[in-house]
């Protein structure tokens, strides 16, 4: 017994001597290590990565072995974690379903904030017998959650669900409404509040809406216009205007969490979801900031909380009981109103339960002004790991459901992999190529990005391709450092388009990006005349770009569709890639087609009431005056087609070459969809049709319509 109470005393003289740590480096090193190893274990233990973080924290934490202390440095950290959610909710919601779902959004918003602080108030009342204020002031704390479970969402790739944009909504109007009372609450009982108040308190946050949501996107636009080739500048610029935000917000009077979240809706038009610079906010966010807020949550949470009393434990008990429930019952009534799946329900719960910063924050404030003791100091506490526990269980739970279900539907609506081919022989515009294929390609697609370096054979061509391939490679090298996938090809060939189309077949390509040049007289550069060969003897989609600046400085994009584009084989997948474009290009998108074409346009893209882009009806663009009124940061988008096919316009494919004509500075991009099964005879390319019959002859009457020069043949054919 002697030798046990013995070791006891060394292992606590020991603690006290060496613990807490005081060196920073030492402190971000035992942090790093717990990032490292933490989801690893909460892996093997099949619990979320969030908990882990936060029972790391916890075990540190001042009130267990006491092994960090919160220091300057750590809370700094910390809080830029904690923008940092924040800060990517509002970047990353889908603006165009955030518009088609913003009447849900305010009704969740609403439920969600009404709910909890009406049930929390009668028994802060009834059940607590507090007064008024102190009633009201926690009440509006069962309303308030932070988005402590978005990066699950955000790994198993649902981000855009109907169900994940409406939380994301609601969380910014019932927070600001939250954050607003508390400075109604607080002015009320320092004896501050007048009618003066409620003048200052609109002014400032109408002020602080206006700069976030006008002025820093058309700012932003000219900094990335003028700084396009320095990544790491963006990314500080961009880092530099989340803190800014939030200091705008705090004088506003209200928490520097809403400042953030509307920062990254200024900056969600003009950074490109499926870029470089998002890849880089992303892996930096989930990598660093956001485990570091995590871990300090944990450091909040004391365990002998449960052990000081019965009092304590049923106040505690209550006030969770309270916040998970009315939490709940928003979520269900919101599901029930619009239908919603049971995981959809769920994923709203999961999302909208957890209680960590304004949660945090308001209790500290009324805990200053002597409104609320330690009681619920403790309770609020237990409060908010439980609600930590149950979002993170619950979101990734319903997460991995809906991600399954999703993935299945997309198997089933596409048997062909997403294959993007970039053949370059001149490798001047390959970083902008790259740009567009990370732009419209499918973030599900587990497929890589294909560069390919071509130089056609002679006795230079080792050198050659040597040096395209180097310069791909550094192009490409900011990209493989995060999560998107490059497989960088070499080729030589004796043609290049002839190597191309072998290497598409090689790799089964889907689709093909080359970059658009008006000199058809140079023949050992991807574009001229090559353009017409590929067009000629390729099956898969083929893009030309012409883009001239940065794809998020665009202000405004003009969409001309072929007429009878909806009948190509290809329609919904090119279409599908135009949409991913303009979902990361201007604020103003302008659709040109006949009425059948921009209507199906619509439904392959999900907007069935046309209320994305705006819709121009236009049956003939033989006088097609909109080239004629260009404007500055004007992007043309073409949806065109192939020679003798069905929707072939010439008008429409010979306006690139007079836009190019009309205005070299202006950007273009033509897409061309993808054909049918070939029929290939002497050369002839492939033929889209609707269905081409067994019967001999029937193949043979739509190839002398379409190519009446074999018809001579064909006779010789029949005769032989």
């Known amino acids: ?50 908990i882990g973080l936060i029972i790391a924290g916890i075990i540190i934490g001042p009130n267990s072995l006491h092994i960090i202390e919160s220091t300057d440095s750590f809370e700094l950290l910390s809080k830029t974690g904690l923008l940092y959610i924040m800060f990517l909710a509002g970047l990353e919601i889908d ?55 978005y990066p699950i969402v955000s790994n198993m790739g649902i981000v855009k669900n109907k169900a994940v944009q409406v939380a994301f909504g609601g969380t910014i109007i019932t927070d600001t409404a939250v954050l607003v009372l508390l400075a109604i609450i607080t002015n009320s009982v320092v004896g501050e509040f007048s009618g003066m108040f409620f003048v200052k308190i609109m002014f400032s946050l109408s002020l602080l809406g206006f700069s976030t949501l006008y002025l820093l996107p058309r700012v932003s636009r000219w900094f990335f216009r003028n700084i396009e080739a320095q990544a790491s500048s963006q990314y500080i610029y961009v880092l530099a ?130 409104l609320f003791d330690q009681n619920v100091i403790n309770g609020t506490i237990i409060l908010i790991l439980l609600s930590c526990l149950a979002s993170s269980f619950v979101t990734e739970k319903a997460a991995r459901k809906i991600a399954v279900l999703e993935k299945d539907v997309v198997k089933r609506g596409s048997e062909k992999p997403e294959r993007i081919l970039i053949p370059v022989s001149n490798p001047e515009n390959i970083q902008r190529l790259i740009d567009l294929a990370l732009l419209i390609k499918d973030q599900k697609s ?85 353009a017409n060969n590929l067009l000629a003897k390729s099956k898969q989609a083929l893009i030309i770009s012409k883009v001239l600046q940065p794809i998020n400085t665009f202000q405004r994009v003009i969409v001309v569709l072929t007429p009878n584009a909806e009948k190509e084989t290809g329609f919904l997948h090119v279409t599908q890639k135009i949409n991913a474009l303009l979902k990361q290009t201007g604020n103003r998108t302008l659709v040109y087609g006949p009425e059948s074409t921009l209507t199906a346009f619509a439904q392959s893209v999900g907007d069935l009431k046309k209320t994305f882009y705006k819709y ?105």
């Not at 995060?482 to 190597?499: P, T």
């Not at 001999?696 to 064909?714: M, R």
């Open 1 to 50: 017994m002697g030798n046990f109470q013995d070791y006891l005393f060394r292992l606590n003289h020991f603690l006290n001597e060496y613990f807490p740590l005081s060196n920073p480096v030492l402190i971000l090193a035992l942090t790093l290590l717990i990032i490292l190893f933490s989801p690893l274990l909460s892996k093997r233990f099949r619990i979320p990565s969030i």
């Open 95 to 149: 603006m165009q379903e955030f518009e088609h779902n913003r009447n849900k959004s305010i009704v969740f918003g609403s439920l969600t904030f009404f709910i909890p602080i009406i049930i929390g108030y009668v028994v802060c009342v009834y059940v607590f017998q507090f007064s008024f204020w102190p009633a009201l002031l926690l009440a509006s704390m069962f309303s308030t959650h932070t988005l402590l479970s």
């Open 241 to 370: 205007m989340v803190f800014i935000s939030g200091f705008l917000s705090e004088l506003a009077g209200v928490e520097p969490i809403i400042g953030a979240f509307l920062a990254g809706l200024g900056l969600n038009k003009v950074i490109p979801h499926n870029g470089i610079l998002m890849n880089r906010i992303i892996f930096i966010g989930n990598t660093l900031f956001i485990p570091f807020f995590l871990i300090s949550a944990g450091m909040l949470v004391d365990l002998a909380l449960f052990f000081k009393g019965y009092n304590a434990l049923v106040f505690a008990g209550i006030l969770s009981l309270v916040g998970l429930v009315t939490k709940y019952l928003a979520a269900d009534i919101t599901a029930r109103i619009y239908n919603y799946s049971k995981n959809e329900r769920n994923i709203l719960f999961g999302l909208s339960v957890s209680h960590a910063a304004a949660t945090l924050a308001i209790i500290k404030v009324g805990f200053d002004i002597q």
């Open 446 to 530: 587990p497929e890589p990005i294909y560069p390919l370096s071509i130089v056609e054979d002679d006795a230079d061509a080792d050198e050659k391709i040597n040096l395209v391939r180097r310069v791909i490679e550094g192009a490409t090298e900011q990209i493989a450092s995060g999560d998107k996938k490059v497989e960088v090809l070499k080729k030589v060939d004796l043609s290049i388009v002839d190597g191309i189309i072998r290497t598409a077949k090689a790799y089964n390509i889907s689709d093909i990006i080359i970059s658009y040049k008006s000199n058809p007289g140079t023949s050992n550069l991807i574009f001229g005349n090559m």
């Open 616 to 720: 121009m009806e236009l049956n003939s663009f033989e006088n097609f005056d909109v080239i004629d009124d260009l404007k500055t940061d004007d992007l043309f988008v073409f949806l065109s087609s192939r020679s003798q096919t069905l929707s072939y316009d010439f008008h429409v494919d010979d306006m690139p070459k007079l836009l190019n004509k009309t205005s070299e500075f202006t950007s273009f991009v033509v897409f061309y969809p993808s054909l049918a099964k070939v029929l290939q005879d002497g050369g002839i390319s492939d033929i889209t049709t609707t269905k081409i019959g067994k019967n001999y002859e029937k193949v043979k009457h739509l190839t002398e319509k379409v190519a009446g020069k074999f018809k001579k043949d064909d006779k010789e054919q029949d005769n032989s």
